[in-house]
């Protein structure tokens, strides 16, 4: 198949951006991910600030992946047996509820201590359980399959985008108003989400056998995603990538320890990768992946890799900058790769259970590997910890290019095409 012309591309992104409940799941997007990631680096650098303990920090991203991985199949069934509109408004309220909670008890918490902080973190972890698999299922019903993937480009986009202001922002306001104005911000947030998601209308409930059992269904899904190595080795390589050679968790240590840039330096450095991978996504609205993309997704895991290894070893605010920027470039090829992928090679009345598969492997790389980041910052300490983690990193993609070679082949276009 010959590459469309640039009229026919520029076509196709202003198609996907006339559909009005498409605009209106982009804006619940970033409303969404604005309020989160206020909320996560608030709770990190507060939580940092009482106990000057890393392994808090591991703590922290174990007490809401504990719930979200547990339930996260569960989540995948309910998502293709229910409406996936109500339980994305049932989740946003839950999350708006606790960023109220997270307000009202942010100037008691240093007498109070950390527990209700944690209990809310917990009950944010038990909200993503069934938001997770939901969302992008949902996100699908809205968009003709042949937008799918130019869809899954802008998605990203606005992802990154409030990605990049979030934590900025929070940590402005940080350092301005204190810990509740960043909660009370994210809260406001989180209704204009809701809202937005209001005015999409209920779309039909996928179609799934009468009487079958819960855990049938799993493992039906499970099945559908092992059987494919396409979609086995994206999800690992994702995995084993993020829990050994991330460093977001740690962070606030190199904020306040090693750069010393305090607060509002730390939502630069937070901020830094989605500044990267934003820029190769908004390319990929109008080019998006396709031709070479399994051999594409290897070579940026492994750009992360080095990016890491950089950061790591650097003593310089600007020069950690730089890599971080650069991790992001690569990790948002990765990511749209990674999203076009699940949304192509899932029917629709399997897309919540492979994206709780694909949410288990990405839950476990983000907030296990932050756990992993405590515990190795606390052995190993913080900076060997982190490149340490990226020569880890470079190891996971020589492993996995040589296990899946149909990934290594994997190729968007014809994807697209059936």
Known sequence: MSLPSEAATTASSRAVLQLPEFRAMLLAAVTSTLASRAVALTVAYQLYQITKNPLTLGILGLV????????ALLGGVVADRSDRRRILLATMTIEAVCAGGFALYAPHATQSGIWPILALIFTLGIARGFSDPALPAFQ???????????ASAWRSSAWQAAAIIGPALGGVLYATIGAAGAY????????????????VKPKPIPKFTPGEAVWDSVKV?????????????SMALDLFSVLFGGAVALLPIFASDILAVGPQGLGVLVAAPSIGALGVMLYATRNPPGRGAGRTLLSVVAGFGVCMIVFGLSRSFYL????LIFAGVFDGISMVIRGATLQ???????????????????????????????????????????????????????VTAYLAPELRAMDLTDMAEE
């Open 320 to 323: 950690s900058i730089a890599a």
């Open 64 to 71: 809401e992946a504990i719930p979200a991985l547990s339930l």
């Open 184 to 199: 009370v911000f994210a809260f406001v947030l989180f209704l204009v989400s809701l809202g937005a998601v209001l005015t």
């Open 344 to 398: 192509l090679k899932a029917p629709d009345h399997m897309r919540g259970r492979v994206n709780a598969v694909s949410g288990m492997f990405i839950g476990a790389s983000n907030e296990l590997g932050a756990f992993e980041s405590g515990v190795a910052a606390k052995l190993l300490g913080t900076t060997r910890s982190v490149w340490l983690g990226g020569i880890v990193t470079l190891i996971v993609v020589g």
């Open 140 to 150: 699908a019903q809205v968009v003709p399959r042949e937008l799918l993937l130019r």
């Open 221 to 233: 899904g499970l099945a559908f995603v092992l059987q494919r190595q396409v979609l086995v080795g």
